[in-house]
């Protein structure tokens, strides 16, 4: 059997054919897996920036003080809603207004930060269990309040930051 150049040329060309498909796709593969790594990393990035201006006092404070209202009229915020939504609204509603709580400050922080993961520009993950726990302990009672303010402005995103991480918390 003598050595067929032609054969061999055959099988060669479709050789390198073969590895080129497969160097083609494994760069690919690491490629895509890079650059998702880095797109994680960058998420992870973003959301922490939240949270450092989360701890800024245009922050801290209305939320600061929503929790010291809450916790110090509990029973009397306990006695409004079971009484039904009409009264706890009532009750949340004059509470803001007396305490002077920038709720809206609270409403603003966690609207950018659902937009920001809604973008996919933020870490879910990340950002649920830094603000979770807040917006879960915060948004029962303002729940009311925000409610109300739906209903009279005609905006049913109003509040839905505070809602979404509420929700995700649970």
Do not use: H
Request: hydrophobic content about 35%; some cysteine; proline content about 2%.
């Amino acid at each position: 059997m003598a050595f067929n150049i032609d054969q061999f040329d055959k099988y060669s060309r479709i050789l390198v054919g073969w590895i080129s498909i497969i160097a083609s796709l494994t760069g690919g593969f690491i490629a895509l897996n890079t650059y998702l790594q880095s797109a994680e990393s960058e998420r992870a990035k973003e959301t922490l920036k939240y949270r450092e201006r989360f701890d800024l006092p245009r922050y801290v404070v209305p939320i600061k003080k929503i929790e010291e209202s809450l916790k110090t009229r509990e029973s009397e915020l306990t006695r409004a809603i079971e009484k039904g939504d009409e009264a706890a609204t009532r009750y949340v509603t004059g509470l803001i207004r007396d305490e002077k709580i920038d709720i809206d400050s609270v409403i603003d922080i966690y609207e950018e930060i659902y937009l920001c993961i809604e973008a996919r520009l933020c870490d879910r993950e990340i950002a649920v269990r830094f603000f979770g726990k807040r917006a879960y302990e915060m948004y029962g009672p303002m729940g009311y309040y925000i409610k109300d303010v739906r209903e009279d402005a005609g905006d049913r995103r109003y509040g839905r930051g505070l809602q979404y991480f509420f929700k995700e918390w649970r």
